[in-house]
């Protein structure tokens, strides 16, 4: 079964601090591996979007990381904000899959205290 | 440019009622799709477009019904709404469908 298994669940920390938050897979074949960010209330907005050859990409201070040999992706958060709380969503799509049918994670919950 | 619209933002539905929530989106996009999320689950596919007279089922189709006429345009229909399909709606589009998705702000679907 294609699954994807997000941790930890929820992350408490300090504005100004790092943090990492995991994303394994079992969806095969691969296609891609995107991470969201969803606030309260809002809808998910994409930050990455990662392919099989491609094993990190940036978008300001949000680096993702991906072993798809492993099945695991990463994502890191470098000097966290009060805007990063919000819900984090990871997302793999299978190889030739028009239609588009994405696994989607449960999402971590990260806040971010001052 | 206005990206994906949703209406309503909010819905109180009775047991049985039916109605349609509403999703325009206007960066012509072959592929939407609507999902469902619950608290502390994450987002369930619900039915999905690849295109205007196509669409097929998703994850969790039972009781909901969509149409796609127009690129544009994608509406769900709650057929007779039940308190089981109290939820948070999301309708997306993306250029194709395992590419980077554009989501509305969502429906807070609430049926008493």
């Known amino acids: 079964k294609n699954q994807v298994e997000q941790s930890p669940q929820s992350l408490i920390i300090l504005e100004g601090k790092n943090c990492t938050l995991q994303?394994?897979?079992?969806?095969?074949?691969?296609?891609?591996l995107r991470w969201y960010k969803q606030d309260t209330g809002r809808g998910p907005v994409s930050l990455t979007i990662m392919t099989f050859s491609e094993n990190t990409k940036s978008n300001g201070r949000y680096t993702a990381t991906l072993d798809a040999d492993t099945k695991q992706s990463s994502l890191h958060i470098t000097a966290s904000q009060l805007s990063d709380s919000a819900s984090y969503i990871c997302?793999?799509?299978?190889?030739?899959?028009?239609?588009?049918?994405?696994?989607f994670g449960d999402g971590t919950t990260l806040t971010v205290k001052p | 440019n206005a990206g994906v619209t949703q209406t309503p933002k909010f819905q109180v539905l009775k047991t049985g009622q039916s109605m349609t929530l509403q999703c325009a989106q206007d960066m012509n996009h072959e592929y939407m799709s609507w999902y469902r999320q619950d608290p502390g689950m994450g987002l369930r596919l619900i039915h999905y477009?690849?295109?205007?007279?196509?669409?097929d089922q998703g994850e969790v189709p039972n009781g909901y019904n969509v149409s796609r006429s127009t690129t544009e345009d994608f509406p769900l229909r709650l057929l007779s709404a039940a308190p089981s399909q109290t939820s948070v709606y999301f309708c997306?589009?993306?250029?194709?469908?395992?590419?980077?998705?554009?989501f509305g702000q969502g429906t807070r679907l609430t049926v008493v």
């Open positions: 997306a589009s993306s250029y194709r469908g395992a590419t980077e998705a554009f």
């Open positions: 994303c394994n897979y079992t969806v095969s074949p691969f296609s891609n």
């Open positions: 997302v793999v799509s299978r190889f030739n899959t028009n239609a588009g049918k994405s696994t």
């Open positions: 477009s690849v295109g205007a007279g196509i669409t």
